[in-house]
Nanobody, 124 residues
């Protein structure tokens, strides 16, 4: 059973930075091969931001390219999302999730486990 715990959210001004952490206990032993970060703004659908496979390949969506960086620390079972140059439109609940399929053109898919989320609020 994979347990996902997000942290690192908070309130920042536009232009600021945050680093989100997703502690994913047991994810590499669960059959999952990748982990993704998603965000969901109030009243909107949950959308992927970036994902990373256990082997290292990374996929970014257009919303993340140039400002966000996903990375992993296998020793700590933790995946990070470094977010720079934050904008008010980045305000959302951010979730991490494990998946069982990773491709270069689509990133992580077939998600099978979700964390509870961490709130990010960016003020102008």
């Amino acid at each position: 059973q994979v347990r996902l715990v997000e942290s690192g959210g908070g309130s920042v001004q536009a232009g600021g930075s945050l680093r989100l952490s997703c502690e994913a206990s047991g994810w590499m032993d669960s059959g999952s091969v990748c982990l993704g970060w998603f965000r969901q703004a109030p009243g909107k659908e949950r959308l992927e931001v970036a994902s990373i496979s256990t082997g290292g390949p990374i996929h970014y969506t257009d919303s993340a390219k140039g400002r966000f960086t996903i990375s992993q620390d296998n020793a700590k079972n933790t995946v990070y999302l470094q977010m720079n140059s934050l904008k008010p439109e980045d305000t959302a609940m951010y979730f991490c999730a494990t998946g069982t399929i990773f491709t270069i053109w689509r990133g992580c898919t077939n998600y099978n486990g979700w964390g509870q989320g961490t709130q990010v609020t960016v003020s102008s």
